[in-house]
């Protein structure tokens, strides 16, 4: 597509429950990587893959965090048990992976999903 | 990837260039400096980096101190559309994440 795509736009589940977000590549971005924004403060990464595998796990904050990404484009990133301190707005960003700065292209963001956890 | 520090805010008039300053004294050789936006609510937007060189496209200018340790991104004639958060940020060229601080909010006024 024309951009990064994400679903849903916005999110409210109960405490407890689990929640997948759905991010779409550019067609064509090898690399795919999750950041997550808490009210007011900087973005955090959270994961980042490089084709179906994921090299830099290092940001995921707890076992009750995980994604995957398959035929190298659409990546789910699953919640489970939400917690309260897990509502933010969570943003999925595309390139043409590592490597390539020197052609200018830096990551493209989608318009994040918004998760409020009540 | 070398930290960054940015002032938190800044004003700058409709019409004004605006020069965001940002420090990178830990910056090594093969680390580029990148810039990006975000406006509220949407997701950050990427605006310009270079390594050495100053560089321009058609929304900004970078100018890169000739030691690297910092850097000043410019609007040359800012809108109330540039209002938004701008992120300095260093990166190498096979690093796979970006390390974002809380970067510089950009109130432009009428």
């Known amino acids: 597509g024309a951009g990064v795509s994400q679903s849903p736009s916005n999110k409210v589940t109960e405490k407890g429950k689990d929640v997948e977000l759905r991010c779409d590549p550019i067609?064509?971005?090898?690399?795919l990587y999750w950041y997550r924004q808490s009210l007011g403060q900087g973005l955090e990464f959270l994961i980042y893959f490089q084709g179906n595998s994921a090299p830099d796990k290092s940001g995921l904050p707890s076992d009750r965090f995980s994604a995957e990404r398959t035929g190298g484009s659409v990546s789910t990133l699953t919640i489970q048990r939400t917690q309260q301190e897990d509502s933010a707005v969570y943003l999925c960003?595309?390139?043409?992976?590592?490597?390539?700065?020197?052609f200018g292209y830096g990551y493209t963001f989608g318009s994040g999903t918004r998760l409020t956890v009540v | 990837d070398a930290k960054t520090t940015q002032p938190p805010s800044m004003d700058c008039a409709e019409g004004r260039a605006a020069n965001l300053p940002c420090n990178h004294s830990?910056?090594?050789?093969?680390?580029?400096v990148y810039w990006y936006r975000q406006i509220h609510s949407q997701g950050p937007q990427y605006i310009i980096h270079g390594l050495k060189n100053n560089e321009t496209n058609e929304m900004a200018s970078l100018i890169i101190t000739e030691d690297r340790k910092s850097s000043t991104l410019i609007l040359p004639h800012a809108t109330l559309r540039d209002t938004a958060v701008y992120y300095c940020?260093?990166?190498?060229?096979?690093?796979?994440?970006?390390?974002f601080g809380s970067g510089t909010k950009l109130n432009v006024k009428p």
């Open positions: 067609s064509g971005h090898t690399a």
């Open positions: 940020i260093v990166r190498g060229d096979n690093f796979n994440k970006f390390y």
């Open positions: 830990t910056i090594s050789g093969n680390e580029y």
């Open positions: 960003a595309s390139s043409l992976g590592p490597g390539r700065n020197r």
